[in-house]
């Protein structure tokens, strides 16, 4: 059978994994144009996005099970097939319904790339030096992703039609899956005997469902009614999935997280480290924009281009973290790398301002990308360096799950912070106003309640309404203040994540370089 190098093959497979994860990143910026578009309002746009992070996250570690069992290319090639025919129904979705179905297929396929992504890079080099190579590789896609489809992002939604963000994806991904199969496809290693458990799966993927859409609907609808009984189902959900994984574990009948697993060293640790530098990294992407936007009333364009600065952190700091851990060891640059993360965090919450200019988020942004890309490639490597071979493929899923799940968790909870508190201080400063007549406040009043739901148009329009700007611009004000209590909280969460990195197994240092 074809036997290549298997740099090739990684290539394709890291080309293939830059595009999808442009696909997800993207979407950011063409809700707007969905609302538009379709007629749909704001929270129902937003399912687009909150279902396919739900389903990834919850699928993504199945499907790990999956690469396991079926092989590695062949999962990757079903995920690959599925991304292609979900892009295609997204750009040519005549309404609403067809797009969220097509977003569903997406989120689905989603997770069978990512877990043998990562999988094949895990297991295509035996020598310990081209694997962190492969690594660091690896990771600084996901900042080349965020900088492209941020800046790309942008431009679609001013210039072009959204359905080009879907349409541009199609014709890579048909490169990469033949690349991959004609390169990696006599490295695959299926395991028949590994058993699926379906019912664990529906569980969870009902969990993370109705968790994410319970608490998206909770802004514009409070805790009563439906988005209540869906945070109270994904409760149920979660017990049940416990009752039942620890039922399959007792009777040795290969749950979803399996304890053979979760006993490897370092990997439960990557796991956690993985969740909390995810959990407090992507508060920017989602709480960032709205500042830029609303405070500062950029341009969509300029609120994705303002966000390449990460991207282009993360790029440099991925592949750096490579001859750094060769020097100080994994343990000691993941640590390195969420302290930096943390000090350009803190430097957000400094440096923005009433302005709501980009320029000077600039450096701290950079800095913060650069401190995830040095943790997040030795993340990859101490979690997975002692797991069986049977079981790489489920303990990619997971690693990658549970960034996914952080990364929407975080930000829908860090920026539904921020526009609760900001939104009830905006009301405390509005009934201290006296200079303002019935009808203004009245309008005020609703341009306030409008932002509190993630509906930002007629806060803007009123300020650039001169008898009311001075009323616009207390609000801007408290969501200045909210932007700042945010980054500090994200700067928190990733100093806890260092924390916990000090449990990883110490390994590599100058012994380990030398040895290896």
């Known amino acids: 059978m074809r036997r290549t190098d298997p740099w090739t093959g990684v290539a394709f497979v890291i080309f293939a994994f830059l595009f999808r994860l442009m696909s997800a990143w993207i979407t950011v910026s063409v809700l707007p144009a969905f609302e538009r578009d379709f007629g749909v309002a704001a929270p129902s746009a937003e399912l687009t996005l909150t279902l396919f992070l739900g389903l990834a996250g919850a699928l993504i570690a199945p499907s790990g099970i999956l690469a396991d069992k079926y092989g590695r290319v062949r999962l990757f090639t079903y995920g690959t097939i599925g991304m292609i025919v979900g892009n295609l129904m997204s750009a040519l979705a005549p309404n609403f319904g067809v797009l969220l179905v097509s977003r569903i297929i997406e989120a689905v396929s989603f997770p069978a790339m990512g877990a043998a992504s990562l999988a094949l890079v895990a297991k295509a080099f035996t020598d310990p030096k081209p694997r962190s190579r492969a690594f660091g590789l690896y990771g600084a896609t996901y900042g080349a992703a965020l900088a492209l489809a941020s800046a790309v992002g942008g431009f679609f939604a001013a210039d072009l039609s959204?359905?080009?963000?879907?349409?541009?994806?199609?014709?890579?991904?048909?490169?990469?899956?033949?690349?991959?199969?004609?390169?990696?496809?006599?490295?695959?290693?299926?395991?028949?005997?590994?058993?699926?458990?379906?019912?664990?799966?529906?569980?969870?993927?009902?969990?993370?469902?109705?968790?994410?859409?319970?608490?998206?609907?909770?802004?514009?609808?409070?805790?009563?009614?439906?988005?209540?009984?869906?945070?109270?189902?994904?409760?149920?959900?979660?017990?049940?999935?416990?009752?039942?994984?620890?039922?399959?574990?007792?009777?040795?009948?290969?749950?979803?997280?399996?304890?053979?697993?979760?006993?490897?060293?370092?990997?439960?640790?990557?796991?956690?480290?993985?969740?909390?530098?995810?959990?407090?990294?992507?508060?920017?992407?989602?709480?960032?924009?709205?500042?830029?936007?609303?405070?500062?009333?950029?341009s969509v364009v300029v609120v994705g281009v303002a966000l390449v600065p990460m991207g282009v952190g993360w790029m440099i700091g991925s592949p750096l973290a490579v001859p750094v851990g060769a020097r100080i060891g994994a343990r000691r640059t993941v640590v390195l790398g969420l302290i930096i993360g943390a000090i350009g965090m803190a430097g957000l919450g400094v440096v923005v301002s009433q302005s709501g200019s980009a320029i000077p988020t600039i450096g701290p942004l950079a800095l913060l990308g650069f401190g995830i890309g040095l943790a997040y490639t030795r993340?990859?490597?101490?979690?997975?360096?002692?797991?069986?071979?049977?079981?790489?493929?489920?303990?990619?899923?997971?690693?990658?799950?549970?960034?996914?799940?952080?990364?929407?968790?975080?930000?829908?909870?860090?920026?539904?912070?921020?526009?609760?508190?900001?939104?009830?201080?905006?009301?405390?400063?509005?009934?201290?106003?006296?200079?303002?007549?019935?009808?203004?406040?009245?309008?005020?009043?609703?341009?306030?309640?409008?932002?509190?739901?993630?509906?930002?148009?007629?806060?803007?329009?009123?300020e650039d309404a001169p008898a009311l700007r001075s009323a616009a611009l207390e609000v801007t004000d408290s969501y200045t203040t909210s932007v700042r209590f945010t980054m500090a909280a994200g700067c928190i969460i990733l100093l806890a994540g260092a924390f916990v990195a000090t449990r990883l197994p110490r390994s590599g240092g100058r012994r380990h370089r030398e040895t290896s």
């Open 379 to 462: 993340v990859n490597e101490a979690g997975l360096r002692e797991v069986a071979d049977r079981f790489t493929g489920l303990g990619s899923g997971m690693l990658i799950g549970f960034r996914l799940f952080a990364a929407g968790l975080g930000g829908l909870l860090l920026a539904q912070a921020l526009t609760l508190v900001a939104t009830h201080d905006a009301e405390d400063k509005l009934t201290q106003d006296q200079t303002l007549s019935a009808a203004e406040r009245t309008h005020v009043e609703h341009a306030i309640e409008a932002a509190g739901r993630g509906r930002y148009t007629l806060l803007l329009d009123v």
């Open 162 to 298: 959204w359905r080009w963000s879907f349409a541009m994806m199609i014709p890579v991904l048909l490169i990469a899956l033949f690349g991959v199969r004609w390169t990696l496809r006599g490295s695959d290693d299926p395991h028949p005997t590994r058993r699926f458990d379906w019912f664990g799966t529906t569980l969870l993927a009902l969990f993370v469902l109705t968790l994410f859409i319970g608490m998206e609907q909770v802004p514009v609808l409070g805790f009563e009614g439906w988005p209540a009984g869906l945070v109270l189902l994904s409760g149920v959900s979660l017990l049940l999935l416990i009752g039942w994984e620890y039922y399959l574990s007792r009777n040795d009948k290969q749950p979803i997280f399996d304890r053979l697993l979760l006993a490897s060293p370092g990997f439960l640790v990557a796991c956690i480290v993985s969740f909390l530098m995810m959990f407090g990294a992507f508060a920017t992407f989602t709480v960032l924009p709205v500042y830029w936007s609303l405070v500062g009333q950029g």
